[in-house]
């Protein structure tokens, strides 16, 4: 095999020689500079298979570089290294055409396996240059973590890949959706959101394909689903693990054939969106208990990404607190700043509802206290009167009692009374609302024993053999 040439950039001496050494000593053949000038040179005298470029030189923005490289060697990759590890950087990288980039510090393994990787694929076309736009970009934190999810995000703006967003309530999934296509070819279409747990379980599939006029009782006239909203842009579907089994089944006939039928309808319209689905479940455990079909999850699951809770990234709170004081005080609220205890308070706290739990706290912060800078007693009154009283059950700050859910969801079910399709039969469709879940985690926790179920439940055991009929519950033993 013809040895490859990797042409560096760089004007830190030490990365250059730490750099030459680990390529050279994989086989490769390696020339270094520390100035953008000379590596331009060596691209247009035609030199090297492939570029590893740092972003700040002294004479040049390596990022600058890349759309010129790519325009006149389109099959050279280019990787981009930087310090400064922030969306735009990634995404710019992205969109100039570089293969990938890099966040410093890295990984030599790391960086060795993207070089084989960058040699091994095939050359696509430089991208049409369109740049992002710096000021409003959405997403905070430095990270290691969320580095890693710019570079995903970055990657997926020139894909239609399916991807799937994991991670607790609050960690920013709608955000980093919103983004995928705000930043993807498809954003000139809607980006449409679909809150699977807020809709109510018979009405799912006609939310999301549509239904004919006389579809169902109540069906006055033809509705336009969610996806035929969403065509030539993306659908969001959010809560995914929450979806009934029937709608499950029906989705991934979509995703397997690319065409949809609505409710009460023949003629199949073809899916033109990109799917995005969230989730803060453990759907391979929901898989595992029955209720999340496997070959729906490796259908939607092209492109994971999981967004760690705030704690376990707790050197991105300084950036995110200033982040959402700024959109308070865009949003009228005054302006606020954090002194230095302030700041060490927030970072010892476990954010058990993550980025949404210090927005609302930034929020109450700059609207109800006085002063301009905020100290640590005021942070610290703060965050004690969100936390459960002593003694009380640990939950999340978010979480609420059944009581209230039931109550937000009904309320929910309640304003579902638009688009021809009127609530009716409440009291018998919530109660099989409740029963559903009821009986499908009595059955998974006793690996689908219906004797220890019935006993677990206090009730009869023919009286739950009917119910799981009625329900058209899946019966499935030794779960778990
Ligand atoms: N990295 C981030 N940078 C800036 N803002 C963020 C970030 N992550 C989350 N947020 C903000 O925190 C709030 C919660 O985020 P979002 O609604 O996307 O969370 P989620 O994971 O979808 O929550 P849920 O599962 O409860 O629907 C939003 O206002 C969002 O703008």
Redesign the pocket.
Known sequence: MTERTILIADDDRAIRTVLAQALGRAGYNVRATSSAATLWRWVEDGEGDMVITDVVMPDENGLDLVPRIRRVRPELRVVVMSAQSTFATALKAAQRGAFDYLPKPFDLKDLLSLVGRALAAPVVPPPEAEEPEEERL????RSAA?QEIYRTVARLTTTDLTVMIT?E???????VARALHDYSRRRSGAFVAVNMAAIPRDLIEAELFGHERGAFTGAMARGVGRFEQAAGGTLFL?EIGDMPSEAQTRLLRVLQEGEFTTVGGRTPIKANVRIVA?T?RDLRQSIRQGLFREDLFYRLNVVPIR?PPLRERAEDIPL?AR?FLDRARAAGLPGKSLDNGAVERLKSHPWPGN??EL?NLMRRLAALYPQEVIGEDAVAAELAEAEPAPGAPSAPASAETLEQAVERHLATFMSAQRDGLPVRDLYERVLAEVERPLLRLALANTRGNQIKAAAMLGLNRNTLRKKIRELELPVVRGLL
Do not use: F, I, N, Y
């Open positions: 959405p997403l905070v934190g969320m991670g309530s609050g960690t920013g999934k709608e955000l959010d969230a803060h967004l995110l982040h980025a949404r927005e």
